[in-house]
């Protein structure tokens, strides 16, 4: 079985395997006939009761923005607070084992909202989206942050973090603050184009 | 008074760097990313100390230790806020300053200011009671609510001085006029 090959850190390897693949694939013309694929879904989307509110209905779709954003923060939040604990910058008198763990409970929670608002909002500007380049910069960013957060970060930080080498700690803290800037930085970014 | 605060807007709006500002797309979508990317370091350390006071994060660290620790990177994410929301007056002050959004944000803001003040001083007088315990008493509790309400009504606030449908330009009922301060006969928007 290749998780025994793997040992303990097959999830790692296969994260990046799936990342890799992921990257190599978008060189590829395999990935103009999937975006081809992906578009009666998008204009599916646009039929959708959250496509009609979103579309008609400018201050239901605001709130919803409201609320994506106070989602961004809470994620933020503890992300950086996470992170923080891992880098020594924050709590550093709390033990790195409750910080994580219970920041990881909240972060579930702002993820759960991000996603839920944002289908929500998606549905309402589906087609603008769609043509969007940096929506899908922001897609694919999202699903690398959602990967590195549960499948390496997380698999990682299970273990005793005394015998984990502080510099896999820190560069860990470092990747994850960095992926979930990247998201923000690409969301914003979407307001700004088209 | 209405008509005061537009003309200082006027006057704002005249100087050569808030036209610059406006007009610059990227210094202005900086300064609007920056505005709203500090959400992660203010918003989200202050929520994380308001659902720790209603035991939904944290519940096992001291109350006090999360308060006191996220409190400086909370306050260095609202300076940041404070100057770029500045800047964003600056560059468009005439509609912000009319926009009823704006001032509904304003107000809200000066509570949320009243009510952490409240809180600290509740919080600093009885902590070493219950600063263990899963959940803050009744008064903390209310004011952790308070300062969600608030801050979501003001996110929402924030993002509603987008949308035009309240703006001056536009033919509005008295009570908007009246709460937008629009001006009879003004030639700024």
Redesign the interface.
Same mark, same amino acid.
């Given at each position: 079985m290749p998780i025994t090959i793997l040992g303990p850190y097959s999830r790692t390897i296969l994260t990046i395997f799936v990342i890799a693949a992921v990257l190599g694939f978008s060189f590829t013309y395999v990935r103009i006939d999937v975006y081809t694929a992906l578009m009666p879904f998008f204009e599916w989307m646009e039929t959708t009761w959250f496509g009609y509110i979103g579309k008609t209905w !400018? =201050?239901a779709f605001?709130?919803i923005? %409201?609320g994506h &954003? @106070?989602g +961004?923060?809470?994620? !933020?939040?503890?992300? +950086? $607070?996470s992170d923080?604990r891992l880098l020594g910058l @924050? &709590?550093t008198? $709390?033990p790195h084992r409750?910080?994580i763990d219970? =920041?990881d %409970?909240?972060f579930f929670w702002a993820l759960v909202t991000l996603l839920l608002t944002g289908i929500f909002m998606a549905c309402g500007v589906a087609m603008k989206i769609y043509y969007l380049p940096v929506y899908w910069y922001k897609m694919l960013a999202l699903a690398g942050g959602i990967l590195f957060h549960y499948f390496i970060r997380r698999p990682l930080l299970v273990h005793d973090l005394n015998s984990i080498n502080s510099t896999v700690l820190k560069m860990t803290a470092i990747a994850s603050i960095l992926v979930w800037?990247l998201v %923000? =930085?690409t969301g914003?970014?979407i307001g700004?184009s088209g | 008074m209405n008509e005061f605060i537009y003309n200082i807007a006027v006057w704002i709006d005249d100087t050569p760097y808030s036209a610059m500002l406006h007009e610059s797309y990227y210094m202005y979508n900086w300064v609007e990313s920056t505005h709203v990317l500090t959400l992660m370091v203010s918003l989200g350390m202050l929520f994380l100390i308001d659902l720790r006071m209603l035991g939904y994060a944290f519940p096992d660290v001291p109350a006090s230790k999360i308060a006191e620790r996220l409190n400086i990177p909370m306050l260095i994410g609202f300076t940041v806020m404070f100057i770029t929301g500045i800047l964003l007056f600056y560059a468009v002050p005439v509609r912000s300053a009319q926009s009823i959004w704006f001032r509904i944000k304003m107000v809200l803001l000066v509570a949320c200011a009243i009510n952490a003040y409240l809180f600290h001083k509740r919080m600093s007088e009885s902590v070493s009671s219950w600063d263990c315990e899963e959940r803050a008493p009744k008064r903390v509790r209310t004011g952790a609510v308070l300062s969600l309400v608030f801050w979501t009504i003001i996110v929402i606030c924030g993002r509603f001085i987008a949308y035009d449908w309240f703006d001056c330009d536009y033919e509005q009922s008295a009570l908007v006029e009246f709460v937008a301060g629009c001006i009879d006969g003004q030639t700024r928007f």
């Open positions: !400018g =201050a605001a709130t923005q %409201a &954003l @106070i +961004l923060a809470v994620l !933020g939040g503890c992300v +950086l $607070v923080g @924050i &709590l008198d $709390v409750t910080v219970r =920041a %409970a909240v800037f %923000a =930085a914003r970014w700004f | -």
